[in-house]
């Protein structure tokens, strides 16, 4: 029995000799690097010595400028490609025309080529042309059968411009086949530029194929524009360069984690400074409307690149007094909750650890050394006269007024100590996070952003109406091709194509002079406004509805010989909202001329209000100025915060022009990279990362520490008092564990005492 009591004791001491794991060291360790780590991080993030001559929300607004620049570009090229194979087959289905009908009739729907001509394939003779003269020569027409013979092309012109060629076949039985080409600048279609920007188009190897907004030498006068406008070709053609090798990239390696938007490869960059100007451009390479979605204009491998001149801003928005400053106030709070938790809970503990060790080794001659504050000073006590029990005191004798009585505690314990290291650090953070380096509404907009955030607000104004312009055309280009003599049967093949080929659709239907549906295709058409039986509708593209879910835009053609039949051709709200999608711009709205909500980029209620501030900006910019309505931005400072609001009605000309649309656009300004919301934003996570610290490593110490240590001060009190049926189980591998496991040999020592005690007794009865 006393053999089997002593391999126990003795594998129980041998456990407590084992590495300790987790315990009271681990939670402190972090904590102090932690805080080190902090008070590095806010020395370097709060406390720079300078900041960017141009803000990063500059740099962005320009990447975005880019990204509508390519966005603009691939529709438009796939968009004349597509109609451009659609009207050859429309062509091609019915009796044949000559080329010059042809061409008369692209022209008449479509004012959108520079130059169209028709080509015999077998004999390469031209058939008819129009326009500006199309590089025939430089097309090859015997691969037009192998793959992708018929895709467009860039092709060089003697004067060193380029052309983008697209083709389509005009196949009749019996006749020889003959090539369709449309020839185009590569300029971009609706793309607001607004003052001293450059845009150009690149090709793979950085040369320039198209470009806008820089002078040539010879169109200035004076020898400073000279040398401005070669400076600025110079730095534009280096950005072209740069730009054309890190669009080779994959657009998932090119990209920061977590961005989004823009499917393809873009980004920023800087250029020289001149005068305290500085080029910066933004850049993007043509994608398709879905990540990993390639067009036919995307094979061509095109950038686009924008370049405007910011002039540099030198003041500082903070400087290194304020993060060193903040930096050593953390050192020297962290330092005291450290030596606080290390003098007052973790330096007590391991020499609680070691006196309980000596007791269990038998060392019964020197008293236990009692710890002074909380729970350590109350095992350190219960250890005291659990000495002296093992030297024959009875457990109840100790009723002395000493340090070691039974009734005294503490009345600063460990929870408390915990919680007050938390305070000291939360001291710190707490200012962090609602006080200091917060941006009021004085921040001060760059005038760069309040312009691009105009110009590409007027940009997506021109896309939506270009877009409503060519679903029109696309319909009187159906109307005048189904003419007096096709069936019923054959109008649903021409709108079922039709509507295929063009996904702006939800319905196109063939309407009869008293109101009969002859043919459809796609989904069941909205009720038509009372009245318009049998009558033209008001405007060529009109809203059906005033009220409901969902807005109703529908065009119209009449169609020539047929008694007032026309093609009406409802669009998709999906459509004209994807048009708004735009990242950078915040909330974009498309507003009627009483200012209703037809469209938007993120959730809205057909035909609601605008706010009274916007509902203003809007009438404001709907008033003209000599031909048009020109867009117009304004930074708005209220108790909301700073907003940077723009609006742009349409422009220009089109069927779409009745509408009198406005597109109206508007984001908080917190939302930028701005200087002042950088520095707040560094200054809130600093603070963050002090309570998640504090909280995180103090609730690890209070979890593995504190808690069992309670627990085991109300044990080890019970097992001096004489309890000695409970067993003690250590939870953890720790110094509380060890504890537990030398308080256990103890009362296993008592009990064994106690027994020896009690056998004479036994013997002489």
């Known amino acids: 029995m006393a053999s089997s009591s002593s391999k126990r004791r003795h594998k129980v001491r041998r456990r407590a000799d084992m590495s300790l794991l987790g315990g009271i060291r681990p939670p402190i360790a972090v904590l102090s690097a932690l805080l080190l780590s902090l008070a590095g991080i806010t020395a370097l993030g709060l406390g720079r010595a300078s900041q960017d001559s141009v803000p990063e929300a500059v740099l962005t607004s320009q990447q975005h400028f880019a990204e509508d620049g390519a966005i603009t570009m691939r529709a438009s090229i796939d968009e004349s490609v597509t109609d451009l194979t659609r009207t050859a087959g429309l062509f091609s289905a019915g009796d044949p025309v000559s080329p010059d009908a042809v061409l008369d009739k692209i022209g008449s729907v479509y004012q959108k080529w520079t130059g169209t001509a028709v080509v015999e394939i077998e004999s390469g003779r031209m058939l008819a042309a129009r326009g500006e003269n199309v590089p025939v020569t430089a097309v090859d027409t015997g691969k037009l059968a192998e793959k992708d013979g018929l895709s467009p092309r860039i092709v060089r012109l003697q004067n060193g411009e380029s052309r983008l060629l697209a083709f389509a076949l005009l196949s009749w039985p019996d006749r020889p086949q003959q090539l369709l080409i449309a020839s185009n600048s590569l300029r971009f279609p609706g793309v607001s530029k607004g003052q001293f920007r450059s845009i150009a188009v690149v090709d793979t190897t950085g040369h320039i194929l198209s470009r806008d907004g820089v002078a040539e030498p010879e169109q200035v006068k004076t020898a400073k524009q000279r040398a401005d406008a070669k400076r600025s070709a110079k730095q534009l053609g280096s950005f072209a360069e740069t730009a054309a090798t890190k669009t080779k990239q994959h657009p998932l390696k090119a990209k920061e984690p977590g961005s989004g938007g823009f499917p393809g490869v873009s980004g920023s960059l800087r250029g020289n400074s001149v005068r305290g100007d500085r080029a910066v451009a933004g850049y993007a390479a043509l994608a398709g409307p879905q990540p990993g979605e390639g067009t036919l204009a995307t094979s061509l491998g095109l950038t686009v690149v924008a370049m405007v001149d910011v002039a540099e801003d030198p003041t500082r928005v903070a400087g290194p007094f304020f993060g060193l400053v903040f930096a050593a106030a953390l050192l020297l709070i962290g330092a005291l909750a450290v030596a606080l938790l290390l003098g007052t809970v973790q330096r007590p503990l391991l020499k609680l650890f070691l006196e309980s060790r000596r007791l269990t080794r038998g060392d019964l001659t020197r008293p236990v050394s009692v710890p002074r504050f909380g729970e350590t000073a109350r095992i350190g006590r219960a250890l005291e006269r659990l000495r002296r029990q093992l030297l024959g005191e009875p457990a109840d004798g100790n009723t002395g007024s000493g340090p070691d009585r039974p009734g005294r505690r503490s009345r600063l314990g460990s929870r408390a100590l915990i919680v007050i290291s938390g305070v000291l650090l939360l001291a710190w953070s707490a200012p962090m996070l609602l006080l200091f380096n917060r941006a009021d509404s004085t921040v001060a907009v760059p005038e760069q952003v309040v312009s691009d955030q105009r110009e590409r607000t007027h940009t997506i104004s021109d896309r939506v109406r270009r877009a409503l312009n060519e679903g029109h055309a696309d319909l009187v280009s159906v109307a005048s091709l189904i003419g007096n003599r096709t069936s019923p049967d054959d109008m649903e093949k021409v709108l079922e194509r039709t509507r295929t080929e063009h996904q702006r659709y939800r319905s196109i239907y063939v309407r009869s002079a008293d109101g009969t549906v002859q043919a459809r295709a796609g989904e069941k058409p909205h009720a038509l406004p009372a009245g318009s039986k049998g009558k033209p509708l008001s405007q060529p593209i009109t809203v059906l509805n005033e009220s409901g879910k969902e807005p109703s835009v529908a065009g119209y053609a009449e169609i020539p010989g047929r008694n007032g039949a026309m093609v009406i051709g409802e669009f998709r709200i999906d459509f004209i909202n994807a048009l708004l999608k735009r990242p950078g711009l915040g909330q974009v709205r498309v507003v009627d001329s009483e200012h209703r909500v037809i469209g938007g980029n993120t959730g809205y209620l057909a035909f609601d209000s605008l706010p009274d501030r916007l509902d203003e900006l809007v009438s404001g910019t709907n008033q003209r100025v ?23 009605p349409f422009a220009g000309g089109g069927a779409a022009k009745q509408l009198r649309w406005t597109v109206v656009s508007w984001q908080p300004a917190s939302g930028l990279a701005i200087p002042e919301y950088n520095l707040q934003n560094r200054t809130v996570l600093a603070g963050l990362l002090g309570v ?12 593995v520490v504190v808690r069992p240590l309670r627990e085991l001060a109300g044990q080890a009190e019970s097992l001096a008092d004489g309890d000695r049926r409970t067993v003690l189980f250590p939870h953890h591998h720790d110094e509380v564990g060890a504890v ?7 009362r296993q020592q008592l009990q064994e005492q106690r027994k020896r005690d009690s056998a004479p007794l036994v013997g002489r009865n």
């Open 740 to 746: 537990t496991r030398s308080l256990e040999i103890v």
């Open 626 to 648: 000599g031909m048009n309505a020109p867009a117009g931005a304004v930074v708005y400072r209220d108790g909301d915060g700073v907003q940077v609001a723009a609006a742009s």
């Open 692 to 703: 998640t610290a504090a909280v995180a490593c103090l609730g690890w110490l209070y979890i």
